[in-house]
């Protein structure tokens, strides 16, 4: 009988934690889009921390790393990962630095096409940009706590590396929670965000790298 | 007239091609003596199933890249996937016993010769030329025994406590034309390893993350 009630109560609590993940698409996404809208207009700047998993499908565990994130509205952005391994990527306007832990390059992102590319991508997640991109198609979900946006690449270049892209934005305040990159294969890369700061102070020097 | 004299030319061009080649063989040999018994040599990165995952930067003429490198040994072969850090994918090539299979590769790197290179670099890494019938040789004076694959102008030297691979020259008709080193053992992984070639412009440096 114990194992029964065991039974009945895992399948109740599994279904209804199944009910509150599992998306459903938004039909009329215009007032989503909407929020979604005013929440970038009104995100001056984030300060984050996250962390990346890259899921290869021949590992039995994802590769993990992280780092912080700083972004500062309109074209400015701090990408650093801290651990394991030490990688900066930092883009202001249309210059762009990476050290690779030894090394600092910097790139004019106006002649090359696919560092323009990256940074594009970037900054039109972060702004929202991207949702009204001729480069993807979208498409709208919610579950309980966030609005899951599906892009797919339309074009040859980015679909090499990317089969779809998923932004998850938090119902709380509609601001990027977590990305989720798939490839064609099974593999993908997610970034999720956490202690995330809006609208903090950002100073000039955590953009620019000397 | 004229022909026989261009035909005896060459005739006696390619006498001394082969003097020298035989002379160069004879000295590479020299260096070595047959060992008195048999060492049970290890190959690295092979036990089957497991992953490793490194640090990596590749120099390949004026183009630096750097990433992560993932090696899994399969029941029939290596897989090496080499993505950068913030998880685009470049490679994915699948090293069999006599070929490969490629299963992915970013446009601009999808060059033959480059995947030739990679491919034979990596078994070179790995030891997968080296067979069980191969000739095996002792190096003078040396705490290192050396190991010559009997049809391949590869030489490993092994250092003859741990039975581990320190270091390893591929030859071309005159020289040494590549370099490979394994440093910092940790159990039986080399936490780091390089790769240089003198003949063309293309050099790895690999760091063990896990």
Known sequence: ?210 | MDKNYKHSDLTKKIIAAVIFLLFFQSCVISEFKPVSKTYDYKKILSETGKSYVYRTRIHLYDNNFSGLIVIKRQEKGHRIVFLNEIGMKFFDIELLPDSYKIHHIFKPMNKKMLIKLLVSDFNFILLNDIKSENKILQEKKSEEFALKPKIVKDIYYFDKNSLLPTKAFKYSVFRKNTFLNYKNYKDVIPQKITIKHKNIKFAMELNFIK
């Open chain 1, 1 to 210: 009988m114990k194992i029964i009630t065991t039974l009945i109560i895992l399948v109740i609590s599994t279904t209804g934690f199944a009910q509150t993940n599992t998306f459903k698409k938004i039909i009329n996404p215009a007032a989503v889009v909407q929020k979604l809208n005013t929440a970038s207009k009104n995100t001056k700047t984030i300060d984050s921390d996250f962390k990346q998993f890259k899921h290869l499908d021949i590992l039995e565990n994802d590769i993990e790393s992280t780092g912080h994130f700083s972004f500062r509205a309109t074209d400015k952005v701090r990408w650093e990962y801290l651990q394991p391994y030490s990688y900066l990527i930092v883009m202001n306007g249309s210059n762009m630095w990476i050290n690779d832990g030894s090394k600092t390059k910097k790139y004019d992102t106006k002649s090359n096409q696919m560092f323009k590319e990256i940074n594009d991508l970037m900054v039109g997640m972060l702004q929202g940009k991207i949702l009204k991109s001729d480069k993807f198609t979208v498409e709208f979900f919610e579950n309980k706590k966030h609005i899951l946006a599906k892009l797919k690449p339309k074009f040859g270049e980015m679909q090499e590396f990317l089969s779809e892209m998923q932004l998850f934005f938090d119902k709380k305040d509609y601001t990027v929670a977590k990305i989720k990159m798939l490839e064609n294969s099974e593999d993908y890369t997610l970034i999720e965000f956490y202690n995330r700061k809006m609208n903090v102070d950002l100073p000039n020097s955590k953009f620019i790298v000397k």
